[in-house]
């Protein structure tokens, strides 16, 4: 998947959840932040509005959660909060942005490297060259 753009996130979470432009761009916005480029954020780094707003894209299919437990060195067994960033929502978006995109008909042509080389003039190799060289 590409990298998510603020305005895809807000469109796909204004038609996911039915609401308001601003609403949902304050929601891309504290998902992007917190997320980042990953997928998943320990739960110790939100406060307790964040939790709160985490909690319910939950339950509207945004987000989810995740636990580890880790065993510590003194046998102890510590349990770790996730929160995952359910991407899949956003799928519809992306393939409606790319049906929607347009088509270039141009023909790419593919040329050996060197074909470059041989286009440009002799001046072009010989103009830093210096007087003794």
Do not use: C
Not at 6 to 26: F, N, P, Y
Not at 28 to 38: K, N, P, Q, S, V
């Amino acid at each position: 998947m590409p990298v998510i753009r603020m305005d895809a996130l807000t469109r796909a979470i204004q038609q996911k959840l039915g609401v308001s432009e601003a609403e949902a761009h304050g929601y891309a916005e504290l998902i992007l932040d917190m997320f980042g480029f990953h997928d998943m954020i320990i739960d110790n780094t939100l406060d307790h509005h964040d939790r709160k707003v985490f909690y319910h894209l939950q339950s509207q299919g945004l987000l989810n959660t995740r636990q580890e437990d880790v065993l510590l060195y003194d046998g102890r067994t510590w349990r770790i909060h996730y929160w995952v960033f359910l991407k899949q929502f956003l799928q519809p978006t992306y393939q409606r942005r790319k049906t929607t995109a347009p088509i270039h008909s141009e023909p790419v042509v593919s040329s050996p490297p060197q074909d470059l080389y041989l286009s440009l003039p002799t001046k072009t190799w010989t103009a830093r060259r210096t007087p003794s060289g």
